[in-house]
């Protein structure tokens, strides 16, 4: 996503939810054409291949994935494309959603947003959270993990992918984001499989992908 396209207020590190949720749902109509044809953005496309590295050894058509702030779909349809089929989203725009809606890549759709807050969803449900692009400023925060944590099942796996300079620009991801994910793992809840910065998330933006078992 990129600040110089859309409208700053999206990237305003003081929007409530609420606000931001409004400002997608402005956004939506041109948020596919922008996102992939405009600035050709990789990071959905990267974090699919990232999963299905994960569950490798795993039936596709059968493991369970949780697309976390999904948008429009676009991880999902890079999903489908090699072969996963049972996918349910979460987001906190409704019209982001109405219009993933149209794509039918998900069996279920939640308008929630994602934070300490319990979403709608039972303890180890999922094989994988997918969670790509939400990472910005004013988006999500750290405090959302423990509950990616809780809705995966044991031996599960979350995998995040976002634009990697945000974590030293961001002030809410700088010297806390990552120390966040490391306490967790010391507290016994998930392990890092693998922390990898690519080249071209879009333009000459690096991404970040973190893969996590859960524990």
């Given at each position: 996503m990129?600040?110089?396209?859309?409208?700053?207020?999206i990237f305003d590190p003081n929007s409530t939810n609420e606000m931001t949720a409004k400002y997608y749902d402005n956004w939506s109509a041109g948020y596919d054409e922008?996102?992939?044809?405009e600035l050709q953005c990789s990071g959905p496309r990267v974090c699919a291949e990232a999963t299905v590295k994960a569950l490798d050894g795993l039936s596709?058509?059968?493991?369970?994935?949780f697309d976390v702030?999904?948008?429009?779909g676009l991880c999902a349809e890079e999903l489908l494309k090699l072969g996963f089929?049972?996918?349910?989203?979460?987001?906190?725009s409704q019209e982001m959603l109405n219009l993933?809606?149209?794509?039918q890549i998900y069996q279920r759709i939640i308008c929630d947003f994602v934070g300490i807050n319990r979403l709608d969803v039972e303890n180890d449900t999922y094989d994988a959270v997918v969670?790509?692009?939400?990472?910005?400023?004013?988006?999500?925060?750290e405090d959302c993990?423990?509950?990616?944590?809780?809705?995966?099942?044991p031996g599960g796996f979350i995998i995040i992918t976002f634009r990697e300079e945000y974590l030293y620009i961001v002030e809410n991801y700088k010297d806390k984001l990552e120390p966040a994910m490391a306490r967790l793992e010391d507290s016994g809840l998930w392990e890092r499989v693998r922390r990898e910065v690519f080249p071209e998330y879009y333009a000459d933006k690096n991404g970040i992908t973190y893969v996590y078992k859960v524990l």
């Open positions: 990129s600040e110089e396209k859309t409208t700053p207020e922008e996102i992939i044809t596709r058509d059968q493991v369970r994935i702030c999904a948008g429009t089929t049972h996918i349910d989203a979460v987001d906190g993933a809606e149209r794509k969670c790509c692009g939400a990472f910005a400023p004013g988006h999500l925060k993990l423990p509950e990616l944590i809780r809705v995966v099942k």
